[in-house]
């Protein structure tokens, strides 16, 4: 999974509860992304970032917020989860300078109760 | 909003024959991926092709790439049963570094 892993793995939570999820890459990339996949969606973007500090909404961000305080560390929390944020989450990186593809992680498997 | 729609959304071939995906998507783009992911796992990069680019090979896939039509096929030939897998197809935009993905097409190759 090309050196990034997700923390934790797996989470059940209950409605109205904070959650986060640790995103986290060896290979100093510069940007950093947070997907969901849910059936008949595909994966849609929630937020990314493009350096230390750096990071924007994506087209699913209402209801989540993102920290990125190190290069190798990208936070996603859901400030009071809802059962419509049961989903895989994934994480993605990207070298970006003319780089375009993007490696992912592992996945995290949240089901807000 | 999603770019990319893949078609079919699933596909059922014997091992050995070829499987074919076509993804369709709805504005300039600046590069095509293609992007394999098998059942409880994370995506996979597959091959990408620039928009400057018509075909592109890797091993047993081909990608082509037709930006008149805003489409592009992938083929796997030779199809082997560790194929079975969920394929999407993602676009990225001239100096944008996300991307924008398709629904997937569930590829199952029987034995």
């Known amino acids: 999974d090309a050196g990034i892993t997700q923390s934790p793995r797996h989470k059940v939570t209950e409605t109205g509860t904070p959650v986060t999820l640790r995103c986290h890459q060896t290979?100093?990339?510069?940007?950093m992304y947070w997907y969901r996949q849910d059936p008949g969606h595909g994966l849609r973007l929630i937020h990314y970032?493009?350096?230390?500090?750096?990071?924007d909404k994506g087209e699913v961000s209402d209801g989540y917020s993102v920290s990125r305080s190190k290069t190798e560390d990208f936070l996603l929390t859901l400030e009071s989860a809802t059962s419509s944020q049961t989903s895989v989450y994934f994480c993605?990186?990207?070298?970006?300078?003319?780089?375009?593809?993007?490696?992912f992680g592992p996945g995290t498997r949240l089901t807000v109760t | 909003s999603q770019q990319g729609e893949e078609d079919p959304q699933a596909l059922s071939i014997q091992e050995g024959e070829n499987a074919t995906m076509n993804c369709s998507y709805k504005t300039s783009i600046n590069n095509l991926q293609w992007y394999r992911q098998n059942s409880g796992r994370g995506l996979v990069h597959l091959i990408l092709?620039?928009?400057?680019?018509r075909e592109k090979h890797s091993g047993r896939l081909r990608v082509t790439l037709d930006t008149s039509k805003k489409s592009s096929s992938l083929l796997i030939t030779a199809s082997r049963a560790a194929d079975t897998a969920s394929y999407f197809c993602a676009t990225g935009l001239f100096n944008d570094y996300k991307l924008s993905f398709g629904a997937g097409t569930t590829v199952t190759v029987r034995a």
């Open positions: 993605a990186i990207n070298a970006g300078q003319g780089a375009y593809e993007q490696y």
């Open positions: 092709i620039r928009s400057n680019e």
């Open positions: 290979e100093n990339h510069r940007y």
């Open positions: 970032s493009y350096g230390v500090k750096d990071t």
